[in-house]
């Protein structure tokens, strides 16, 4: 079975400083990869996804991922976050035949000024 | 602009009653998903639809929980009896198959059972 591992439980980062947001799947094939975003008081929003093909994916909002599989990692990057973006991430996997998606654990972005 | 409309958004309870949870998927959607987060067990997928018929819902307790989907434009999540261990908050997502994983969801019901 797939699994999904947020290493971070709670990033801060200053207002124009760069962003990542660790992310480590566990799965025998190629996954399909997501980061999904939380806003306060919100249902999820889908920032990004990978399924196959150029391993660096870019999404809404001005973020971006990058597949490595020898990493079995799928990172998520903003090069200048702004205070909007303080929210809590979640890694996905879904994987073939499967039509469900594995949720990470979170991790809670804190922007200060 | 489509969305996911989730209703009540804010339910008090006391231990014993019953719970009912009302979702609307966007129009056209044909998968539904119902998901539970908490604090201590993050996001948990309780069950999902396909066409209005249950594909999954190995998530959920059986003995108290019950999910369905009585039309098109409509899936409840029924609590009965509720207990406090249910306080969480209940998300709704939807989507198509075929862009599977791509999910939209509501902005959650969120319930405390006393």
């Known amino acids: 079975a797939q699994s999904v591992t947020q290493p971070d439980i709670h990033i801060t980062v200053s207002e124009g400083a760069s962003l990542e947001l660790r992310c480590n799947y566990s799965?025998?094939?190629?996954?399909?990869l997501f980061w999904y975003v939380q806003s306060p008081g919100q249902g999820l929003q889908l920032l990004l996804k990978y399924f196959s093909g150029d391993t660096l994916v870019q999404g809404i909002k001005g973020f971006e991922a990058e597949f490595k599989r020898s990493q079995s990692s799928f990172n998520l990057r903003k090069p200048s976050v702004h205070w909007s973006d303080a929210a809590e991430y979640f890694c996905a996997v879904g994987t073939d035949g499967n039509e469900k998606l594995t949720f990470g654990t979170g991790t809670r972005l804190t922007i200060i000024p | 602009d489509a969305r996911v409309t989730q209703t009540p958004r804010h339910k008090v309870t006391e231990m014993g009653q019953e719970v009912t949870m009302r979702c609307q998927p966007i129009?056209?959607?044909?998968?539904v998903f119902w998901y539970r987060q908490t604090m201590m067990q993050g996001l948990e997928l309780l069950a999902y639809?396909?066409?209005?018929?249950?594909?999954?819902d190995s998530g959920m307790p059986k003995d108290r929980f019950s999910a369905e989907m009585p039309d098109a434009t409509l899936a409840t999540l029924k609590i009965q009896p509720s207990e406090p261990r249910d306080s969480a908050v209940y998300f709704c997502?939807?989507?198509?198959?075929?862009?599977?994983?791509?999910?939209?969801f509501g902005e959650g019901s969120r319930l405390t059972v006393l």
């Open positions: 997502a939807s989507g198509l198959s075929g862009t599977l994983w791509e999910l939209f």
């Open positions: 639809f396909r066409n209005r018929a249950p594909l999954d």
């Open positions: 799965y025998g094939a190629t996954p399909y």
């Open positions: 129009l056209g959607h044909n998968t």
